[in-house]
């Protein structure tokens, strides 16, 4: 029998809208033996998503709510301590669903991908070699189309996709403008992450003047994290036969009521567009070459990627609030402790 | 010097909105004499389109708005009855951009298509073999990448594009399922062109509720020429990774100001949609071979059409708005006299 002791963080009361930390408790407990076919993680690293709001909530969604009472459903990074699993050895460390918590017993299908050892570090897997880096790579360019010398727009650039997207455009050859909510992001992105331009949206009194003052010619890919109000401004800027890569609703805390705005379908009939959804997990089975790519520019040094590390589990309940109020800086990480 | 007589419905007045009688003018006066490199085409049958209220409109458009006192711009099918063009001989029957007159003088760039003499009549060049034809086989086809077994929704269905998405849909092995505005046209459409079921909007309570009852798995493609209430319902009823085909946005009369309706990015997103806009004006290229092989299935008894011809230029002033308010029965013809 194991001695070892469980710490989670579970969801215990349902939110509408974005999940705030009198929704989660702490828990302490045993860790139960992994049984046949079973692993234990040991987890090192907890991610922090949008996507989680949406988890959390009960609205019809494209995955199940997370049941009450349970750790909070997250992505992570840990070892794998013990193992039932012929094809899984102790020691070796994997990047899947293991949640919020210290310990997780899990089976291999819970796994979504290996973590190849490189001189990245291991807390790499959770932005850009996870859920973030792949999803900028696989939207950006499976829905994306992007040619040399187009011009994309991207909401949220600064955030954990969005500054990505940037860098890709820039390897493609096109030319990025994004958008972020503080002059300090503003500034950081454009520095760093690929962006030829950036705007304030906060600080801007038109929003549709100020991208169209950013991208004159207009633009040919909108990659969206947002809706809302944003997505209003930039669909009117798009070019001929643009595309929209619907990638995140950030914008709006709650679908309950349906929020209004305008209506899109006049633009995209009359600028021929192309409006899609992503949700990274269709893709599964493109994560291993995604990966791949993505570590081969990291290490070469086309893309860069930031982190904010929190501390310890305590930190996990308010920083999927932290991260709709937009104060992370790079992608927000939960350092198990 | 040319003894004929031309007649034209000149645009006179600017409308917002829908085109009413009271901004189109007759006129009567003498036809000039084709010049080098022109045909003088005698115009048998004039189209009545619902893109004609934007060519009206001076809303920012796909296209030019028509210039004030100047024929309405419109498609028609006429015969060349002198030409100074080497390749175009008297007699032959040519499809273009003859506007709403009696008489053209035209380069060979108005015309879009030949006419290749069948035993179909004169007129099926301005429906199934025409705009409305060569429409719904490109975007069907182009943007909806039907399979067969798959669930189609339609909207105007009844109407002159929406008659042959149903039958294009049956010959590829889907189930379509159309709206229409009148328990009449819902009949007709179901016995004739090609719908397993219909849907009256203007009867039903609940219109989610109701596509939902004829279509109880969903809908993999919706085919829209409306937007409005009717799409806001339809894509609420897609399936993952369904097709929208934004053809037109026949709702609204107006869009200025730009009318408000519940967003729809959280369904782009969370069903993995894909939401296009088709104007047929960009696939000028593939007009030959979509209108062979529509000839080949009218041909073939495989698609059916019809037509409501209207005898007389006088009838041109109010046939757009006849259009909108759903009045006609089939592609919506006049014939010159």
């Not at 040991?42 to 991610?47: C, H, K, V």
């Not at 955030?159 to 860098?167: A, I, M, N, P």
Request: hydrophobic share 40%.
């Amino acid at each position: 029998m194991s001695v070892r002791e469980n710490r989670q963080v579970r969801l215990t009361a349902r939110p509408r809208g974005i999940p705030q930390p009198e929704h989660f408790s702490l828990f302490t407990g045993p860790v139960a033996d992994p049984g046949k076919g079973e692993l234990l993680i040991q987890n090192r690293y907890l991610s922090v998503d949008p996507a989680q709001r949406g988890w959390a909530n009960d609205e019809g969604n494209y995955s199940a709510p997370v049941p009450l009472d349970t750790p909070m459903r997250a992505l992570a990074v840990g070892e794998v301590i013990e193992s039932n699993v012929p094809d899984y050895r102790t020691g070796e460390h994997v990047y899947g669903w293991f949640g919020w918590q210290r310990y997780c017993v899990a089976t291999p299908d819970a796994v979504l991908r290996r973590v190849v050892p490189s001189s990245l570090p291991l807390s790499a897997n959770l932005s850009v070699l996870g859920m973030n880096g792949i999803t900028a790579y696989l939207a950006f360019h499976g829905l994306g189309d992007p040619k040399p010398g187009e011009q994309v727009l991207v909401s949220t650039a600064a955030g954990s996709v969005g500054s990505f997207v940037g860098q890709l455009a820039r390897i493609v050859g096109c030319r990025a403008v994004g958008l972020t909510g503080s002059a300090e992001k503003a500034a950081f992105a454009k520095a760093r992450y690929g962006y030829a331009d950036m705007i304030n949206y906060r600080e801007v009194v038109d929003l549709g003047a100020a991208i169209r003052s950013a991208c004159p010619d207009g633009n040919d890919i909108f990659f969206d994290n947002t809706g809302g109000a944003i997505a209003d401004a930039a669909i009117r800027t798009m070019r001929l036969r643009g595309r929209v890569i619907q990638c995140g609703t950030a914008a709006n805390a709650s679908w309950t009521p349906v929020p209004t705005g305008p209506r899109p379908e006049r633009e995209i009939l009359t600028r021929r567009l192309r409006w899609s959804g992503f949700i990274i997990f269709d893709h599964l089975a493109e994560f291993e070459a995604a990966a791949a790519r993505l570590a081969e520019f990291a290490l070469a040094g086309k893309i860069v990627h930031d982190e904010e590390v929190l501390p310890g589990l305590e930190h996990a309940p308010g920083a999927i609030a932290k991260l709709y109020r937009g104060e992370n800086h790079g992608k927000l990480i939960i350092e198990v402790d």
